[in-house]
């Protein structure tokens, strides 16, 4: 197994919690993105940067992952390939996506992507709660054994 970070978008906590989880079980981090980030050092992180672009770092992602894997991200599509190729999907807020749920998280995104398309203002995600950062390490420990 080895753990892919669609680095951009994910909250400083969250790649913080997968450093010390990536160190403790020796499990490779990798962290893909398209500007640098900071890392602290360790064999077990590793640091992918690719080209600005539309979807570049997904699709670095779903190049590069294999079956079981884990991939932490929030984008739904990236998501839902994830689980075609029999890896592991887990949102920053510590929701697991699943073959059972990931239809409907694309529908409820592909609508609000039409209402703002329409002019719609939608708003963004709210900022991470304690309870939710909380959720994701305790999803993460569980993928993680």
């Avoid at 075609?84 to 510590?94: H, T, Y």
């Avoid at 409907?104 to 950062?133: A, Q, W, Y």
Wanted: with cysteine.
């Amino acid at each position: 197994m080895q753990i892919w970070v669609d680095a951009d978008a994910c909250p400083k906590i969250i790649k913080d919690i997968l450093f010390r989880a990536a160190i403790r079980t020796k499990i490779p981090l990798i962290l893909v993105s398209n500007h640098a980030i900071s890392t602290p050092p360790s064999t077990f992180i590793t640091k992918m940067q690719v080209i600005a672009g539309y979807d570049v770092a997904d699709n670095k992602i779903i190049e590069n992952i294999k079956a079981n894997d884990l991939v932490i991200t929030g984008d739904i599509p990236l998501a839902a390939a994830v689980i075609d190729k029999g890896a592991i999907a887990l949102n920053p807020r510590g929701e697991l996506y699943t073959p059972a749920n990931i239809k409907e998280r694309l529908s409820i995104r592909n609508f609000s992507t039409d209402l703002r398309g329409s002019g719609v203002r939608t708003g963004g995600p709210p900022t991470l709660s304690k309870k939710e950062i909380q959720r994701f390490a305790n999803e993460l420990d569980k993928a993680l054994r």
